[in-house]
């Protein structure tokens, strides 16, 4: 009797994909980890590393505030306060927007600040103050320059000139004697000289007069013998003061250990300067209360504020600045952090888990340690996503920190997130990027994430998951995609047949997966669509009817029988309307060939 020793079967192996990390454009699409995507578009993951569809967005209010982008949303109080065209608009979230009749200048550069309960706007060409009833220009803080003057003009310098003002004090001392006093500036303008002797109110040409060529105030009788008992407030305008404080569109809260300065930079015509504001007193800007943050010309791109220090971010430089009172003085010291590193794009900057993140010249950089100037205080969180990143019009991007997401827009409508909740080894987050998102700024407000429109006059609102249809853009489809890798299956050397794709899908009110491969053979061929809808009543839609109850995850199982092959990927959309696409883990079955020749 013959017998045939029959070869056995080569063993199957199994690749299971989970917790996936996005994505890896830093190697070749073979090499990168196998929970790493080299191509993805509008996937957010989650806290668990599951990725689904990013949810859509809705305009916030009906009718559009005009043709001209949103130049900034910011948050007063309890509402909103949105800057457009030339005006500020007051909106509550809900009703459509106020107008305030700011009869603002428009620029796309419109900052502010809040400090002791007030809404403080600049943008390049206007100071306004809003209580949230009125709004106006910052009304000048009057400086008293000069104490214990004597009638000459001679005295004891007190505080400086207000850089926003044209107003000035001085504090005489009278002899009893003199009945000429002189004002240490001439040149005055014609605003009412005002005098003050002790408790009363004198009038000018009743009981003096002004030579407003000479700045000499002349009483009609010598002034009585006494100690700072004469006030004489006079107004000189001095060309181009205003304008240092008008100019600048960039703006930081600090004091040391308390917020008690506002400090002002982004001036074009002195871009190193950063300018402050008297104690809790943003009226008043001391015409030489200011930091030169070095002379080689490279401005001052923004702040961020870490512990008790001030990092100052220049285009080619970092700095920091620190607060101290010395002997009883407040004193602003500044020193250089590092001189290798600056920002590139200016409203990239955001505080995550207490380090500076923002966009320079080679990355998104995260400052990790301020405490000693040297180079290594900066690392990059962006490599594996850079050549793409880089590409993009950085300098005018835009940024802002969302629930675990370092989200950064930029002009052509393209986001990529950083999402520092799925960190590896080395504390570094994970990216992905969105589109469809035409961006000039965004806000939170009331447990929501808006932005303003870079093309036209509105706000939008991106909803949540669990709002009914939430997989939209103002009634557009979504169109997400995620390959994975193209697996080897660490065996370059042979060829490979597949078996079994095994998936699953998050259940929701309405998801679907359109299934693809790739292999080295063959451009990505359409295996499948499967779905995965839960019956509600609300949302009946008869083309997706299903009686499916279960808040388990659908499992899905796709033979594919694909040989003599080296390579295999594998790629999942869904471009459907009101659809999500929550995978929860992907598994490949493969067997070994033969070895390639």
């Known amino acids: ?51 689904d569809k990013r949810v859509g967005f809705t305009q916030a209010f009906e009718e559009s505030l005009g043709p001209e982008r949103i130049d900034g949303i910011f948050k007063y109080r309890d509402f909103l306060v949105v800057a457009h065209g030339n005006d500020l608009y007051k909106w509550d979230g809900k009703n459509e927007p106020i107008a305030l009749n700011a009869n603002i200048t428009p620029s796309k550069k ?25 709004i106006q220009e910052v ?41 000429e006093f002189r004002l ?23 009981d003096f007069t002004v030579n407003r060529e000479t700045g000499y105030v002349t009483f009609n009788e010598a002034p ?24 600048c569109t960039i703006a930081n809260i600090y004091g040391g250990q308390n917020d008690t300065r506002v400090h002002l930079s982004g001036n074009p015509d002195e871009p190193e300067i950063v300018r402050r504001c008297g104690l809790n007193d943003p009226s008043y800007w001391p015409e030489n209360d200011f930091d030169r943050f070095s002379t080689d010309g490279s401005p001052v791109m923004g702040f961020a504020n870490q512990y008790y220090s001030s990092i100052v971010l220049k285009r080619d430089s970092l700095w920091i600045e620190s607060f101290y009172l010395n002997e009883g003085l407040p004193t ?42 040297d180079e290594r205080n900066v690392r990059s969180i962006s490599d594996k996503v850079n050549r793409d990143l880089l590409k993009r019009d950085v300098e005018n991007a835009i940024s802002y920190d969302f629930k675990n997401r370092y989200i950064l827009a930029f002009p052509d409508g393209t986001v990529w997130v950083y999402n520092y909740s799925r960190k590896d080894a080395n504390g ?65 050397e042979f060829r490979k047949m597949t078996k079994l794709i095994n998936f699953s899908l998050r259940p929701s009110q309405s998801s679907s997966v359109k299934l693809s491969y790739a292999t080295d053979r063959k451009y990505f061929q359409h295996i499948a ?31 594919l029988k694909t040989k003599k092959i080296v390579y295999f990927q594998l790629r999942f959309e869904n471009n459907e309307l009101d659809e999500s696409m929550g995978l929860m883990f992907v598994s490949i079955k493969y067997r070994l060939q033969r070895e390639v020749r």
Request: glycine share 6%; hydrophobic share 35%.
């Open 529 to 559: 669509t499967e779905y995965a809808f839960l019956f509600a009543y609300n949302l009946l839609n008869y083309s997706k009817f299903s009686y499916l109850a279960t808040l388990y995850p659908v499992p899905i199982g796709k033979k």
């Open 428 to 492: 570094i987050g994970i990216w992905y990027p969105w589109n469809n998102i035409y961006a000039s700024c965004f806000i939170e407000f009331e447990d929501h994430l808006y932005f303003g429109s870079n093309t036209k006059g509105m706000v939008y609102r991106f909803k949540k998951t669990r709002e009914p249809q939430p997989f939209n853009d103002c009634g557009e489809p979504i169109k997400a995609k995620m390959d994975t890798k193209a697996f080897t299956f660490t065996a370059e």
């Open 224 to 247: 009585k013998k006494g100690i700072n008992i004469l006030k004489i407030t006079a107004h000189k305008t001095h060309e181009g003061m205003k304008e240092k404080i008008t100019k």
């Open 139 to 179: 009304d000048p803080y009057i400086p008293t320059i000069m104490v214990s003057t004597l009638p000459n003009g001679a005295g004891e310098k007190y505080e400086d000139l207000n850089l926003i003002g044209t107003g000035f004090t001085q504090l005489y001392s009278p002899d009893g004697e003199a009945t």
């Open 110 to 134: 419109a900052s502010h600040f809040i400090f002791l309960d007030k809404f403080y706007f600049i943008n390049g060409h206007n100071f306004l103050v809003y209580d949230g009833e009125s």
């Open 332 to 373: 602003f010291t500044t020193k250089p952090l590092n001189r290798a590193i600056g920002i590139k794009g200016k409203n990239t900057i955001q505080i995550i888990e207490n380090n500076p993140v923002f966009v320079s010249d080679t990355g998104v950089m995260e400052l990790v340690a301020s405490n000693v100037p």
């Open 184 to 206: 240490i500036l001439d040149e005055l303008d014609d605003d009412e000289v005002i005098v003050e002797l002790e408790d009363r109110t004198l009038k000018e040409s009743e």
């Open 1 to 51: 009797m013959l017998q045939f020793d029959v070869p056995a079967m080569p063993p199957e192996h199994k690749i299971i994909i989970n917790e996936f990390r996005g994505v890896n454009l830093n190697y070749d699409m073979t090499t990168i980890a196998d929970n790493e995507s080299p191509n993805m578009w509008n996937i957010d993951i989650d806290e668990e590393g599951i990725p």
